[in-house]
């Protein structure tokens, strides 16, 4: 089993910056891919950014490419998002989700078996 805590979240105004965390505990050597993922009211969760664990490829959703940068400490078991330029439609709650590689896209929620309870990501215009 894995466990995955995230925190970082607030309120910004446009424009600003946040910085996530997501820390893993547990069995945490069967993780080979860490992913944030947001969902807004009324709109369908979406994948934000992903990192491989082994080689550290990233991908992201072309929305927040050149913004948010995914990064990962192993010795800290944690994986950072960081959030740079927010827009009020970068508004939601922001989950970590770690999982597998596999053939499908980087963003396919069946393969992260593992969520953590989410954090607020709030910007105001």
Not at 12 to 17: E, K, L, M, N, T
Request: glycine share 10%; hydrophobic share 35%.
């Amino acid at each position: 089993q894995v466990q995955l805590v995230e925190s970082g979240g607030g309120s910004v105004q446009a424009g600003g910056s946040l910085r996530l965390s997501c820390v893993a505990s547990g069995n945490t050597g069967s993780i080979s891919r860490v992913a944030w993922y947001r969902q807004a009211p009324i709109k369908e969760r979406e994948g934000v950014a992903v990192i491989d664990t082994a080689d550290f490829n990233t991908y992201y959703h072309d929305s927040v490419k050149g913004r948010f940068t995914i990064s990962q400490d192993t010795a800290r078991n944690t994986v950072y998002l960081q959030m740079n330029s927010l827009t009020p439609e970068d508004t939601a709650m922001y989950y970590c989700a770690a999982g597998y590689r596999s053939w499908r896209s980087w963003d396919a929620v069946q393969d992260y078996p593992w969520w953590g309870q989410g954090t607020q990501v709030t910007v105001s215009s």
